[in-house]
């Protein structure tokens, strides 16, 4: 099976731009959950898609958000950006089903902001 | 909502020897301890998990230890290898909640010498 596939893999973007990173989750999982990577503050959760549907968010401000398709592909937008925007961003996806997850993650997009 | 702290930050071991990483969370509902490894450049991977129900779980040379009273849970590899460098992060999520979110630990760098 296919991992799951984050694009762009990089990208450059100026201060009060806004940007849409995608994510292809592996095959038959339904659910996708973003995280936010920097050197300071880890590994954090932005949010989860179950079916199209949000199903739990992380504490971040409203220019983050996210949709997910019907095809169980998911974007992350964030609008306004700032200096501080710059990170990894990781998808994860998993079967999203009762129980434990695992969550599964693509490579990531690397963010930078100018 | 959860927390949880990981240490140490930064551990260095000789090749052979084994290393221990301690994490503690806040939620008692809590239910799932996933350990991802991270090298560099790379996305975090799956390396072990465990469920609450479960207080041990061996895989080759990895261990993960849970004590729910204490809300502590472990990490332990022996005869390290040079290739076992990497990040390692510990996280903690309550799998009853519709989307289920990982909370992380800030990670904890190994490096192995041979």
């Known amino acids: 099976k296919a991992g799951v596939t984050q694009t762009p893999r990089y990208l450059i973007k100026t201060r009060g731009q806004q940007v849409t990173l995608s994510c292809s989750p592996i095959s038959g999982h339904r659910s996708v959950s973003w995280y936010q990577q920097t050197p300071g503050q880890g590994l954090q959760f932005l949010f989860e898609?179950?079916?199209?549907?949000?199903?739990n968010k992380g504490n971040f401000p409203g220019r983050f958000s996210g949709r997910q398709f019907s095809n169980s592909r998911s974007e992350m937008n964030v609008s306004t950006l700032e200096l501080g925007d710059s990170a990894l961003y990781l998808c994860?996806?998993?079967?999203?089903?009762?129980?434990?997850?695992?969550?599964?993650f693509g490579n990531g997009t690397r963010l930078t902001v100018t | 909502g959860e927390n949880v702290e990981q240490h140490p930050s930064t551990l260095s071991v000789q090749e052979g020897d084994s290393a221990v990483i301690k994490c503690t969370y806040s939620?008692?509902?809590?239910?799932?301890f996933p350990w991802y490894k991270q090298e560099l450049g790379k996305r975090p991977q799956l390396i072990i998990d465990?469920?609450?129900?479960?207080g041990e779980k061996k895989d080759q040379r990895i261990a993960v230890t849970l004590n729910k009273t204490a809300k502590h849970f472990s990490l332990h590899i022996t005869e390290t290898q040079p290739e076992d460098s990497a990040v390692y992060f510990c996280?903690?999520?309550?799998?009853?909640?519709?989307?289920?979110?990982?909370?992380f630990g800030k990670g904890t760098t190994l490096s192995v010498s041979s």
């Open positions: 994860a996806s998993s079967l999203g089903g009762g129980g434990a997850p695992p969550l599964h």
């Open positions: 939620d008692s509902a809590s239910n799932y």
């Open positions: 996280a903690a999520s309550n799998t009853n909640q519709a989307g289920t979110a990982l909370i």
């Open positions: 898609y179950f079916s199209e549907t949000q199903r």
């Open positions: 465990i469920r609450s129900n479960v």
